[in-house]
């Protein structure tokens, strides 16, 4: 595997605990053992040991069940286990799977990631955010993704024009369908369906029609997975700009502004 099919499967978005990075995989979900290392690797709080419990399994139940997910596939899953080598072999889990786990290791580690969590999602702006209202956090995105659009013009003119499969790759101004969701305030599945009803994804695996891809309101990046008998698997996935955020928005203005705080102390530019 090469060094670039590496970095596509465990680039992370800086968040470290203890020392410890936690990879996260294509989906944005986060590594497990990785936290588990991060606690201290203490045998009784292995990764498996908490999966199995109640509380686990009746959380990853009511995650699923929530997000009335399209399908089964492993880009929608709660927890997701990935086999093989190269740095990418783990069981993955979404953001809320790891506060639990950090709960149930103990208080002190809950708190460290909680704080370590906080750090890497906000950034000081000039006004005062509350940071535990997940309403502003979502203002404040929409904000950002107007700085996006205005980077995303200027590196298009200072460089060229290129076929799609070469310019595949992943980047720091765009985020998963699954995260992009809930920062607007949609259910994954909903959003998702959105964006293929209005016509800028299509197939089962919801990618996005070239001339949006051209237009920069989204990147295909892959994923490769590698089997227990060394095969791989490339399945491509969608991650949407901070661009193809703001067309979104502008296109469902009526379906946003009703999942969107009436009152956050932030405004957005809907045209």
Same mark, same amino acid.
């Given at each position: 595997?090469?060094?670039?099919?590496?970095?596509?499967?465990?680039?992370?978005?800086?968040?470290?605990?203890?020392?410890?990075?936690?990879?996260?995989?294509?989906?944005?979900?986060?590594?497990?053992?990785?936290?588990?290392?991060?606690?201290?690797?203490?045998?009784?709080?292995?990764?498996?040991?908490?999966?199995?419990?109640?509380?686990?399994?009746?959380?990853?139940?009511?995650?699923?069940?929530?997000?009335?997910?399209?399908?089964?596939?492993?880009?929608?899953?709660?927890?997701?286990?990935?086999?093989?080598?190269?740095?990418?072999?783990?069981?993955?889990?979404?953001?809320?799977?790891?506060?639990?786990?950090?709960?149930?290791?103990?208080?002190?580690?809950?708190?460290?990631?909680?704080? @370590?969590?906080?750090? &890497?999602?906000? $950034? #000081?702006?000039?006004?005062?955010?509350? *940071?535990?209202?997940?309403?502003? /956090?979502? %203002?404040?995105?929409?904000?950002?993704?107007?700085?996006?659009?205005?980077?995303?013009?200027?590196?298009?003119?200072?460089?060229?024009?290129?076929?799609?499969?070469?310019?595949?790759?992943?980047?720091?101004?765009?985020?998963?369908?699954?995260? @992009?969701?809930?920062? &607007?305030?949609? $259910? #994954?599945?909903?959003?998702?369906?959105? *964006?293929?009803?209005?016509?800028? /994804?299509? %197939?089962?695996?919801?990618?996005?029609?070239?001339?949006?891809?051209?237009?920069?309101?989204?990147?295909?990046?892959?994923?490769?997975?590698?089997?227990?008998?060394?095969?791989?698997?490339?399945?491509?996935?969608?991650?949407?700009?901070?661009?193809?955020?703001?067309?979104?928005?502008? $296109?469902?203005?009526?379906?946003?502004?009703?999942?969107?705080?009436?009152?956050?102390?932030?405004?957005?530019?809907?045209?």
């Amino acid at each position: 595997m090469s060094n670039k099919a590496k970095t596509q499967i465990a680039q992370h978005n800086g968040l470290t605990i203890a020392e410890t990075v936690i990879r996260q995989d294509a989906e944005g979900r986060y590594c497990i053992n990785d936290l588990h290392r991060a606690a201290g690797g203490e045998a009784r709080h292995r990764p498996t040991q908490w999966l199995r419990t109640k509380i686990a399994t009746d959380l990853v139940e009511e995650l699923e069940n929530s997000d009335a997910l399209i399908s089964a596939s492993e880009q929608n899953q709660s927890v997701s286990v990935t086999k093989g080598g190269d740095g990418i072999q783990g069981t993955y889990v979404v953001k809320e799977l790891v506060y639990a786990y950090a709960m149930w290791i103990s208080a002190a580690f809950h708190l460290k990631v909680i704080r @370590a969590y906080d750090a &890497l999602v906000t $950034k #000081p702006v000039e006004e005062e955010l509350k *940071l535990n209202d997940p309403a502003a /956090l979502r %203002g404040y995105l929409l904000i950002y993704t107007e700085k996006v659009i205005a980077l995303t013009k200027e590196l298009e003119e200072q460089k060229p024009k290129v076929e799609f499969f070469d310019g595949v790759h992943r980047s720091v101004n765009s985020l998963s369908l699954r995260d @992009a969701a809930k920062s &607007l305030g949609f $259910k #994954p599945s909903v959003f998702k369906t959105q *964006l293929v009803q209005d016509g800028l /994804l299509y %197939g089962k695996n919801a990618l996005p029609y070239q001339r949006y891809i051209d237009s920069g309101y989204f990147e295909v990046a892959q994923f490769i997975h590698k089997s227990a008998d060394g095969r791989e698997f490339v399945r491509p996935y969608t991650r949407i700009t901070g661009k193809g955020c703001q067309y979104f928005v502008n $296109k469902n203005r009526a379906e946003f502004l009703a999942n969107a705080p009436r009152q956050s102390g932030l405004s957005f530019e809907i045209h």
